[in-house]
């Protein structure tokens, strides 16, 4: 597949019409950098924080878009590129481009009706968009706000089995089509903003308890409840309770990325959690050809972190990704009302 820099997506989001919290400027988008640069002014400090922070001295999440820079292209002329498909397959389902939608959680920090924005931009683009466990709103809301979109469910994995259990069940019966592990996380990154910020996600950021709403009792979400002790030998308990595939996010070896073909997942997000978690790792794109070369073609393989420009995806798509899932640029577009502009932006 052809990749033109100039046309990587041609898309037109929906839920855009909105008035936004501050009248929009007058200069266009023209690249990720504006969103980011308005998104900025647009937040408050601590939600700004919280939206970019790194963990550590941030290095690894600087790194994950100098990567990029230090890779060249070797272009092919006189090729017919009258006509660009950017269409493409993950999982089985078709997908108008390979750029979609990592899960990052409380969305309505950026905008206050949050992931259902999110869910109603994706369903009009026709991409991917992976739901975090912290949403800011219900699966339910998300679903009937974009009934028709293409979704999966990051589960971070629970202490309390039975809850893990009663999320899956239920994301199976909304419609959901996979199942994303993150696998990085058996505890929170040191992000030191976060701590300066005095930021508590069980208190200021109003954790959202993602029990049914028809659910009246039982055990509520906290990020303390993540289970530390989650292993390789896990998975086998995870595919019995389930028929969604399963993609392990988090991974950065071709050591891992072997464990994952052996343990019989479909799918691999290459992803060092945007520099959130450890620092100091490969950048995402860096550790990509090791896993693409280690799953042999078996399964499938994603990147995330640092993609920025048309040029960004391309080479992601030649060192073996299947597709690339965007974070906090995200973010960024809720906060300026302005995702399908967001999107089209990337092939500048």
């Not at 949403?135 to 979704?151: H, K, N, W, Y």
């Not at 990704?321 to 974070?327: D, N, Q, T, Y």
């Not at 973010?331 to 092939?347: E, F, N, T, V």
Request: charged share 20%; with cysteine; aromatic share 6%.
């Amino acid at each position: 597949m052809y990749l033109s820099n100039h046309r990587v997506v041609s898309l037109a989001w929906s839920g855009c019409l909105q008035t936004p919290l501050i009248p929009a400027p007058e200069m266009p988008f023209v690249c990720l950098t504006d969103f980011q640069a308005q998104a900025r002014e647009r937040l408050s400090k601590t939600t700004w924080d919280y939206i970019e922070g790194g963990a550590g001295e941030g290095f690894t999440k600087e790194d994950n878009i100098a990567a990029f820079k230090k890779i060249r292209l070797r272009p092919r002329y006189l090729k017919d590129v009258s006509e660009v498909d950017t269409r493409t397959i993950i999982q089985g389902e078709k997908i108008s481009a390979p750029i979609c939608i990592s899960p990052t959680g409380f969305h309505c920090l950026a905008w206050p009706d949050g992931e259902m924005s999110t869910a109603r931009a994706a369903q009009a683009a026709d991409i991917c968009y992976i739901t975090s466990t912290y949403a800011s709103c219900t699966l339910e809301d998300i679903v009937a706000t974009a009934p028709r979109g293409l979704r999966w469910f990051q589960l971070y994995v629970q202490r309390d089995r039975q809850l893990n259990k009663q999320l899956i069940q239920r994301v199976e019966s909304l419609g959901f089509k996979a199942l994303v592990i993150t696998v990085d996380v058996p505890i929170t990154g040191n992000r030191r903003h976060d701590i300066r910020n005095q930021v508590d996600l069980k208190t200021n950021l109003l954790l959202k308890d993602l029990r049914s709403p028809k659910e009246s009792s039982g055990p509520c979400l906290q990020m303390s409840s993540i289970d530390p002790s989650n292993c390789w030998d896990d998975l086998s308990w995870l595919q019995s309770i389930t028929q969604l595939p399963i993609i392990l996010k988090g991974i950065l070896t071709k050591e891992d990325a072997e464990l994952a073909v052996k343990h019989n997942v479909q799918g691999i997000i290459v992803s060092n959690h945007g520099g959130r978690q450890l620092d100091e790792v490969l950048a995402s794109i860096d550790a990509l050809t090791e896993v693409v070369a280690a799953v042999k073609g078996k399964i499938e393989v994603y990147l995330d972190g640092g993609i920025r420009t048309g040029n960004d995806v391309l080479k992601s798509l030649a060192l073996g990704a299947k597709c690339v899932f965007l974070g906090r640029p995200i973010l960024w577009g809720l906060a300026c009302k302005a995702a399908g502009q967001l999107l089209r932006s990337i092939g500048t």
